[in-house]
């Protein structure tokens, strides 16, 4: 029989990758959780984790256990808080340009209803995939064949620059037109730094990189300072001129979930609340 009663256990073991920190949180001894995590692979037939150095690392039949696993806790505590006449709350996992940019007005509406993750493309994803985030907002520039996907914005590729800048009152600019110029980058091992790193390298031109930034908001910031010019996405919002770079692709915002995750209401309602605050249709 499948030892159902050891889920929950599993999946905080799951959450935690650590048998001392799930037994304590789970007020349990570290033998018996490894006795339920033992149960439930016998059950699989199949090893839930593999060590990888000093590190615990799910199977692939581990991580479908967590998903089940949390989707039964969340399907119950849906349950009791409709029971209990409650409303609970979704999981959003989104970046730091979606929460300043995009979600503010939403976020200010329903914080109560809402807990939020600050998270990277990557990790949007994967919040998404095991469950942990009911919705997801990034940039995407593939579609995820295992997760659905819905497009709510599209926004140009800007240059940042004061407004007595010789570019400023262009209507549009070539990614060429950026040669020679003192240049505020974001960070090395941030996506739009590797596509401007590699438009920069096939446009055959050089520019200085004044400094690096992380985030738009201290990008923006060092621009307002005189310390040089900045691409950014034109949903950031900023007194400085923002000029449309033609030859650089417009960048699409979707809202990720998994499928069927629609069909709870909460879910629904915060996916048509936000695209009612971005005009999306």
């Known amino acids: 029989m499948f030892p159902g009663e050891s889920l929950p256990a599993f999946l905080v073991f799951a959450e935690r990758l650590n048998f001392t920190a799930a037994a304590r949180e789970l007020h349990i001894s570290q033998p018996a959780l490894h006795v339920k995590v033992r149960k439930l692979a016998e059950a699989v037939g199949r090893p839930l984790y593999v060590r990888h150095g000093k590190r615990l690392v799910l199977t692939a039949e ?38 300043l940019y995009l979600l503010g007005d939403v976020i200010a509406r329903e914080s109560e209803r809402l807990r939020l993750f600050t998270a990277s493309r990557a990790q949007t ?121 033609a030859d650089l692709p417009p960048v699409p915002y979707y809202a990720i979930h998994r499928p069927g995750a629609p069909a709870d209401r909460r879910v629904a309602q915060l ?3 936000i695209r009612q605050s971005l005009g999306s249709t």
Not at 81 to 98: D, F, H, I, K, P
Not at 163 to 168: C, G, I, K, S, T
Not at 231 to 236: M, T, W
């Open 62 to 99: 581990g991580e479908a256990l967590a998903r089940f696993a949390r989707e039964r806790a969340d399907q119950l505590d849906q349950f009791l808080s409709e029971l209990a006449g409650e409303r609970r709350r979704v999981t959003l996992a989104a970046g730091q340009g979606a929460y």
């Open 125 to 245: 994803l994967a919040l998404v995939r095991d469950g942990r985030a009911q919705l997801g907002i990034s940039v995407l520039d593939e579609l995820p064949d295992d997760l659905e996907t819905v497009k709510l914005a599209t926004y140009d590729q800007v240059l940042v620059v004061p407004h007595n800048h010789p570019l400023a009152q262009r209507e549009q600019i070539r990614l060429s037109d950026l040669a020679g110029m003192r240049m505020v980058l974001p960070l090395p091992s941030q996506p739009l730094r590797v596509t401007l790193e590699r438009l920069r390298s096939v446009a055959d031109i050089e520019w200085e990189v004044a400094v690096e930034a992380g985030g738009w908001p201290l990008m923006v910031h060092f621009v307002e300072l005189g310390v040089g010019a900045a691409v950014v996405n034109g949903c950031v919002r900023t007194e400085l001129a923002k000029v449309p770079i």
């Open 271 to 273: 996916l048509a609340q």
